[in-house]
């Protein structure tokens, strides 16, 4: 009896095309500055979201608990505050309950009485709260202050089963939401600004975008000058001292000249995304890439020489072959002021994968012609 099958594999080595990249490259004429509100690029200092956390159980899981000594401690102290009572240990042994850490994050300005949604996530060797419910849980500040209590049936999104040594799942089930679960018992009190004024931070520092603002707002609602290249320092009118919300309405709807973002070329290896900004320039360089493909086919047999009854052996035998396939080399010129589109555009014609387009725009920044920042994400 004779088997035979076939597998092959691909071994990608590089070498090299020429690429000849002449005088520096821009952008002929730059985009039109656009208006930008205060309150779309910067925030008020000090006004922003508070996170909160606590630790609780989750009961009503079907066997899909955890057995943790720490959530049978938990479950035995919540029988016992409810004047519970237990023979043993073996009593709470149950996988029905899992121990959780609870998360929320508290928006500005919230008041007592206000829902929170919550986030709920497994401690333990807890497989799945599909279907568990969260008791009622403390969720504290990093001082240590209870803010709110959470409480409520869990929504994991999707499911997760196995059975059999066999599984299916659609989401991951050891982390659900409450959306609206919790219940804020005490505000978080928020100041605007001090006794004279208030700052302004940007979402980015930016030293020109930052003293545009200083000036647009100076000449539209109030005295207010650059601190450094995020900060702005906005100082109350009289009439406004006790109408604070007011002022601030008028600051965030002044319009601002964008700036240009610094040149910058953003590259994600994963998925082979190439993003080029504004401003990329390039110096002259010269850049080979190319390849060289060598692949490897492998065929395995199984070699019986006689049969069985008379000594003969199954023998696996393996027959290799190898082939090298040298790409050809071409060569593109680009012009003058040619700009980095215009290298990634003839590559593109070459059908130059991205993988290879990333390697070149590393390799012109490692030698100094790329001008701007590389960042690979």
Known sequence: MNASFQHSKKIIASTLMLVLIAGSACFTSPAQAAKLRVKDISHVKGVRNNQLVGYGL??????????????????????????????????????????????????????????????????????????????????????????????????????????????????????????????????????IGDEAGMELVLNRTDFTLASRMAEAITKTVGPARAIDGSTVRV???????????????????????????????????????????????????????????????????????????????????????ISIDKAKGSLVKLGPNATLQDLVGALNALGVTPSDLISVLQALKAAGSLEAALEII
């Open 58 to 191: 989750v009961v009503g899981l079907s066997k899909t608990g955890d057995k943790s000594r720490s959530t049978q401690t938990s479950t035995a102290n919540l029988i016992n505050n409810f004047n519970g009572r237990l023979n043993n240990d073996n009593d709470i042994r149950s996988t029905n309950t899992a121990a959780v850490i609870v998360t929320a994050l508290v928006p500005p300005f919230a008041k007592e009485g206000d829902p929170l949604d919550v986030v709920v996530s497994s401690m333990a060797d807890a497989s799945s709260l599909e279907g568990g419910v969260l008791i009622s849980t403390e969720l504290r500040a990093p001082n240590g202050e209870i803010v709110a209590l959470a409480q409520g049936a869990l929504s994991t999104g999707g499911t997760s089963v196995s059975a059999g040594g066999s599984s299916k799942r659609t989401a991951i089930t050891t982390s659900a939401r409450i959306p609206g679960g919790a219940i804020m018992e005490r505000e978080i009190h928020t100041t």
């Open 235 to 321: 100082i109350f009118p009289d009439q406004f001292i006790d109408n604070r919300v007011a002022f601030l309405s008028k600051v965030e709807n002044v319009t601002v000249d964008g700036t240009e973002e610094v040149a910058k070329v953003v590259v994600n290896e994963r998925t082979g995304t190439i993003v080029i900004g504004n401003n990329v320039k390039l110096l002259p360089a010269a850049v080979a890439h190319g390849g060289i493909t060598v692949s490897v086919s492998t065929t395995n047999s199984v070699s019986q020489p006689g049969s069985l009854s008379s000594g003969g052996q199954t023998v696996g035998v393996t027959n290799s072959d």
